[in-house]
């Protein structure tokens, strides 16, 4: 069972409520990105799953605030909190939506681990981990 409701929607939002929004339809299994963007915005790692930016209604926008992270993409945060919500590539096909962020249970799993070359020197990734990275291994 997950957290979809009969219209196939999921819920979610940030870490004190000021920022909630609607998925409809279908996420995309979870990837777990090891750059160095992701660890500062994070914390850590971030971990996320994407949707068609069509399928993406945000209810509450009032604290959602957006930074250009890099030429090519942006990401969504509550500005209340700081909680990292969305991140959002330049050639508008998909938006990424922070995975902690998803109400629960998703039902998603974790498909892949992303930018594994990138990793913080303490990270150790299990050689068995799925991964998407040049060369096809993680290093």
């Known amino acids: 069972m997950t957290s979809r409701d009969m219209a196939g929607s999921i819920g979610g939002g940030c870490l004190c409520g000021a920022v909630r929004y609607r998925v409809d339809g279908p996420l995309e299994p979870i990837s777990i990105c090891h750059c160095g963007q992701c660890r500062r915005a994070h914390g850590y790692l971030g971990a996320y799953s994407a949707a068609a930016p069509d399928r993406l ?4 926008t009032a604290q959602l605030g957006w930074y250009r992270s890099s030429a090519s993409a ?3 945060f509550c500005r209340q909190c ?3 919500l969305f991140w959002k590539p330049a050639h508008g096909r998909h938006i990424s939506i922070s995975a902690g962020s998803l109400d629960q249970p998703t039902g998603l799993v974790i498909e892949r681990h992303i930018f594994v070359a990138d990793r913080a020197d303490y990270e150790v990734i ?3 981990a799925p991964n998407h990275w040049p060369g096809g291994e993680a290093p």
């Open 57 to 60: 209604t945000v209810t509450d």
């Open 74 to 76: 942006e990401r969504g």
């Open 82 to 84: 700081g909680s990292p």
């Open 126 to 128: 299990d050689p068995q």
